[in-house]
């Protein structure tokens, strides 16, 4: 089902997903430098990354039921330059709540503005908001796209995402175990993964290995679990392949000097995954995003925080 809908202020959602929300313990907070690359060789730098992490309590719909939950917000923002010539700009923001302690995602929201011109290749625009709602057992769906003014409700394959929405606490702890390299699990078979592709569930790969991984913020390298993320139709790997590298946010915490950080990693799960660097990969090149700081907040909102750095 598709409308226009131009006169609907979708860009609020956000905002209405914390305002259900509200927090019990300090925030994580993981600053990011995302960076153009070519080779391996980071060119320029063309947006800052937030990740905020908190427990708290979700309210149900528009009752006064509230139910124990974790808030995850990213926020991705590039130098706003004024000359309008920018090759790569990304202003994006997603928040997702995760029930507690079994991580179903109850919902998310994002809102993303985005212009990416690779080396050789013509220029994308995309501007639309994005929801999720799972809270009901099954998923409710809703893409507006702000170029065009249309509303999609329809997302083939979205059976797939609503099976994946409760199967979050399964994925950080094969992920945990793989960093562990627990006897009886072969990392080296590729899981099976779902993301929305422009419009269309794909189904994913995700194949782990342990590596060593150069983390500035802790001053040398540190083992850090590499998952690399294909599609399973390979035709468009070169576009939409990604990979990441984590540790378990204990194992990052006990490596710095921040009690505050080491007081909340004790009493988060312990499969609790942080991630340290990223690569999404481009027609030419790549995005890549590597942690620069992580500390701990007492407000959820990232609109102009400082966090407690160690």
């Not at 131009?6 to 209405?16: I, K, P, R, S």
């Not at 690779?118 to 809270?135: C, D, I, K, S």
């Amino acid at each position: 089902m598709a409308g226009s809908v131009h006169a609907a202020d979708d860009t609020t959602v956000v905002d209405e997903v914390t305002s259900h929300f509200q927090p019990c313990k300090p925030a994580v907070v993981m600053t990011y430098d995302v960076t153009y690359a070519l080779l391996h060789i980071r060119l320029k730098r063309v947006a800052g990354a937030t990740i905020s992490a908190t427990e708290g309590a979700w309210r149900n719909g528009n009752s006064n039921s509230w139910r124990p939950a974790c808030l995850i917000d990213f926020d991705v923002a590039s130098p706003r330059s004024g000359d309008g010539v920018d090759s790569i700009s990304l202003f994006k923001r997603t928040v997702s709540v995760l029930s507690l302690p079994d991580l179903r995602i109850i919902t998310y929201a994002k809102v993303n503005d985005e212009f990416i011109k690779p080396l050789f290749r013509q220029g994308r625009r995309m501007r639309y908001v994005e929801t999720y709602n799972f809270e009901s057992g099954t998923v409710t769906y809703r893409h507006h796209d702000l170029v065009s003014g249309l509303v999609e409700t329809n997302l083939p394959g979205i059976a797939g995402l609503a099976k994946q929405s409760t199967e979050l606490a399964d994925v950080l702890q094969t992920l945990y175990a793989a960093y562990r390299q627990e006897p009886g699990m072969e990392y080296s078979v590729a899981n099976r993964i779902h993301f929305n592709v422009g419009g269309v569930v794909k189904t994913f790969g995700l194949k782990l290995e342990k590596s060593r991984l150069s983390v500035p913020i802790l001053c040398g390298k540190c083992d850090a679990l590499h998952a690399d993320i294909q599609p399973e139709d390979d035709r468009d790997a070169r576009n939409e392949s990604f990979s990441m590298w984590c540790m378990p946010f204990r194992d990052f915490a006990g490596k710095t000097r921040d009690p505050e950080l080491k007081k909340l990693a004790a009493t988060s799960l312990h499969y609790s995954m942080l991630p340290l660097a990223g690569e999404y990969s481009l027609f030419l090149g790549a995005i890549e995003c590597t942690l620069t700081n992580v500390g701990t907040c007492s407000s959820r909102s990232l609109s102009g925080i400082e966090a407690r750095m160690p």
